[in-house]
């Protein structure tokens, strides 16, 4: 081993990319910097592994295009390097000014679901009950929104109620809308350890990597998927296939019987491309007395216009089959970011911080007790969505915007909209690790921030573990964490004082941890960072007083064992309604679907860390391609490799053509990994959680030249 290679010393830090949490083992030199790291053995997510993405996680740090000091546009339109002082300054200044003239609501931020989360809760607790604005969202609105609306309206609460361990303990497990595969590589590994011979089941309408490993894939139509589950409901129930026990701890059966009657498999199989053999089949496999079916969704679902609906219609039939609360069983949804599920319980965003919400006069007391700060401070409205955020920017009602850790000018649907809305911002402040996103691009102030490895905080993971991350890097030129950042802007605000308990991340997180006190995410038996890590990371609810009948503080692993949901009348809600159709559906102009996803486990969202590594880079194409099948592309006379311009009503891009029968005919795939991917996509949303729809718009197809 070459000397500079050996450690003098190691720690352990959550990857800070995916929400599957995996543990490295970061290796250091003598001065505590990380020189190297490895998957850490033993941890009880990855078991000793970690994705392309986790092995190479140093190497984004050391990129040229590190934001290393403040830069402010000058006159001429130049980004010049100002100190902190100045930068503070003229941030504060020029929102206070806009609050002035405009009020409260002229002011937004859009966070992230990739800091520690006493960082979010830091920045929302900032924003709201300091600085007095009222609208901030993160982009987990992009990732799991639906995910949240639906567990709170059928649970009581956000709750995935699932643990890794039952990938490893199902005989039946169904994914709709997830490519485990590239998406939770590692996580595929812990499928691939069960030990049941399991019947594994992928319904998606490509043939993804995941669905080729899968026991049975079914191609459905795309957004055919609530019309399926309600027809897998419909038959189940007709054939009396259900467990009334689970049933007798739920709402509603009767009518979500009554409604399911006009969904037999005859009378979805052409909305689902499937024969009602097929679905019939299908029924009897998820159905079947004594198997652990569990269900499994990601951005499919979440990314879709009726995405909550079709959540609960999995949860449905997990609580009507009683696969819920046992091992191998759930309807579980897996979470996108590294600390997506952290920024659901503290973002303080379009819900109060600690598992609370603005709406409740006895929350709005506890947190104002709690953080010691007057309870009139604390709204009693939540939050805009991001997209009323961005709609109101585009009237012209929201004049100051601070986007924080994201690259909403890459990844937001439609997101040519941005460019347009850009020029009604009076004041734009981008906070990232980068000043080369095409967000920072586009700021008036960008505040250097420190990244991961260069921060301390917790994360939280899919299976609700909370995980610790450290510093072991010192952030370029004088950037600071995002924590830093926020507590000296809280000082020139002049409202520095109401968080001078907000000392350091651990200060935060005890300050968080006694606020989740009697919440469904109680926390309150963790002592602090070291018992997190002794640990092996601790899954939520950890509460300090567990009840008699329970034993000492230990994991809960998995929820409603005891049949007891989170709703007043502790029961389950069966909701639904009937499916929609697709908001923009093909045409002549526009005859192809076109469906984007991730494209590579090597790629993280817009690339803005992952594409500053060579090795990744290596690994993925830094050329846009889309994924056109052989008739199609025979049909338009395109070989391999073929410069295509891909257009929708909104925009174009252009691509090479990648011959993949993995597409059906008529569908197109795009990676979201490339700029201009969204600026095809369709600005649809779901009603209930306002999460967008990126995975079907209609697009044409043409050969720019000759090959
Ligand atoms: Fe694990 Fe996800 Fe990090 Fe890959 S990106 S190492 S799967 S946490």
């Known amino acids: 081993v070459p000397k500079r290679l050996k450690p003098a010393f190691t720690t352990t830090s959550i990857c800070g990319y995916c929400a599957t949490g995996c543990q490295l083992k970061l290796h250091l030199d003598e001065e505590g910097r990380a020189i190297n790291l490895s998957p850490q053995a033993g941890y009880p997510?990855?078991?000793?592994?970690?994705?392309?993405k986790g092995w190479q996680a140093l190497d984004p740090l050391d990129s040229a295009d590190r934001a290393t000091v403040p830069l402010l546009r000058d006159p001429d339109g130049k980004m010049v390097p100002v100190s902190w002082a100045e930068a503070l300054e003229t941030f504060t200044t020029r929102m206070k000014a806009i609050k002035e003239q405009h009020g409260r609501d002229a002011v937004a931020f859009l966070s992230t679901g990739q800091i520690p989360f006493e960082e979010m809760s830091l920045l929302g607790c900032l924003f709201k009950f300091g600085m007095g604005f009222l609208h901030g969202d993160a982009n987990t609105?992009?990732?799991?929104?639906?995910?949240?609306?639906?567990?709170k309206q059928s649970f009581g609460f956000d709750a995935p109620p699932y643990t890794y361990a039952d990938f490893e303990e199902s005989d039946v497990l169904v994914f709709i809308g997830s490519n485990l595969?590239?998406?939770?590589?590692?996580?595929?590994?812990?499928?691939?350890?069960?030990?049941?011979?399991?019947?594994?089941?992928?319904?998606?309408?490509?043939?993804?990597?995941?669905?080729?490993?899968?026991?049975?894939?079914?191609a459905l139509k795309p957004k055919g998927d609530l019309a399926l589950l309600y027809a897998l409901a419909h038959c189940i129930i007709r054939d009396g296939r259900t467990d009334a026990e689970s049933i007798a701890r739920t709402e509603g059966f009767e009518e979500l019987a009554a409604f399911l009657q006009d969904y037999s498999p005859a009378a979805v199989a052409e909305r689902t491309g499937m024969s009602v053999e097929e679905i019939e089949a299908l029924a009897h496999t998820v159905s079947e007395p004594g198997k652990r079916v569990s269900w499994w969704w990601t951005m499919g679902v979440n990314q879709s216009y009726e995405g909550v609906r079709t959540a609960q219609a999995?949860?449905?039939?997990?609580?009507?089959?009683?696969?819920?609360?046992?091992?191998?069983?759930?309807?579980?949804?897996?979470?996108?970011?590294?600390?997506?599920?952290g920024?659901?319980?503290?973002?303080?965003?379009?819900?109060?911080?600690?598992?609370?919400?603005?709406?409740?006069?006895?929350?709005?007391?506890k947190v104002a007790a709690g953080l010691g700060i007057p309870v009139e401070s604390i709204p009693s409205e939540a939050s805009m969505a991001y997209d009323q955020i961005l709609a109101a920017a585009e009237e012209g009602k929201i004049k100051g915007l601070w986007i924080i850790a994201t690259n909403p000018f890459h990844s937001w649907i439609d997101s040519g909209r941005l460019e347009a809305l850009r020029e009604k911002l009076e004041f734009l402040v981008v906070q990232d690790m980068?000043?080369?996103?095409?967000?920072?691009?586009?700021?008036?102030?960008?505040?250097?921030?420190?990244?991961?490895?260069?921060?301390?905080?917790?994360?939280?993971?899919?299976?609700?573990?909370?995980?610790?991350?450290?510093?072991?890097?010192q952030a370029p030129g004088i950037a600071?964490?995002?924590?830093?950042?926020?507590?000296?802007?809280?000082?020139?605000?002049?409202?520095?004082?109401?968080?001078?308990?907000?000392?350091?991340?651990?200060?935060?997180?005890?300050?968080?941890?006694?606020?989740t006190k009697d919440r469904p995410c109680d926390i309150t038996g963790i002592e602090g960072y070291e018992m997190i890590d002794r640990m092996g990371g601790i899954q939520w609810p950890f509460p300090a007083d567990r009840g008699e009948d329970r034993p000492a503080p230990g994991e809960e692993r998995r929820l409603f064992s005891d049949g007891i949901y989170y709703t007043p009348s502790g029961k389950a809600k069966l909701l639904f309604s009937p499916p929609a159709e697709l908001p923009e559906d093909t045409d002549s102009a526009y005859p192809y679907l076109l469906l984007t996803g991730r494209g590579t486990s090597s790629?993280?969202?817009?690339?803005?860390?992952?594409?500053?590594?060579?090795?990744?880079?290596?690994?993925?194409?830094?050329?846009?391609?889309?994924?056109?099948?052989?008739?199609?592309a025979a049909r338009l006379g395109l070989k391999e490799h073929d410069p295509v311009q891909v257009s929708s009503r909104r925009g174009e891009m252009q691509a090479f053509v990648y011959l993949a029968p993995t597409v059906k005919p008529g569908q197109l795939f795009l990676p979201m990994h490339y700029p201009e991917v969204n600026r095809l996509t369709h600005p649809s949303f779901d009603p209930h959680s306002r999460q967008p729809n990126y995975k079907a718009c209609a697009v044409a197809l043409k050969k720019v030249r000759p090959h």
């Open 45 to 52: 997510v990855n078991l000793g592994m970690a994705c392309p």
């Open 141 to 151: 609105r992009q990732c799991m929104a639906t995910a949240v609306t639906a567990y």
């Open 181 to 218: 595969c590239i998406a939770h590589p590692i996580l595929w590994q812990r499928v691939m350890r069960n030990k049941r011979n399991p019947k594994i089941i992928v319904i998606d309408p490509r043939a993804t990597e995941t669905a080729q490993a899968a026991t049975q894939h079914i």
């Open 314 to 341: 999995m949860i449905n039939l997990a609580l009507i089959t009683g696969n819920i609360g046992k091992p191998g069983t759930g309807a579980n949804s897996i979470t996108g970011q590294c600390n997506a599920m």
């Open 343 to 365: 920024s659901r319980l503290f973002s303080n965003t379009t819900s109060l911080t600690g598992g609370h919400e603005f709406a409740y006069a006895e929350h709005r007391e």
């Open 434 to 473: 980068y000043h080369s996103t095409e967000s920072a691009r586009a700021a008036d102030l960008v505040l250097p921030a420190a990244g991961w490895g260069e921060k301390d905080g917790c994360f939280i993971n899919s299976e609700r573990r909370i995980g610790t991350l450290k510093k072991v890097r």
């Open 480 to 515: 600071l964490s995002d924590f830093r950042i926020l507590r000296l802007i809280a000082n020139a605000w002049g409202c520095g004082e109401m968080f001078a308990k907000w000392t350091d991340p651990e200060a935060a997180f005890r300050l968080l941890r006694d606020l």
């Open 603 to 632: 790629q993280w969202h817009t690339q803005s860390r992952t594409g500053k590594s060579d090795i990744l880079r290596k690994l993925y194409p830094q050329e846009a391609y889309i994924e056109v099948n052989p008739a199609d």
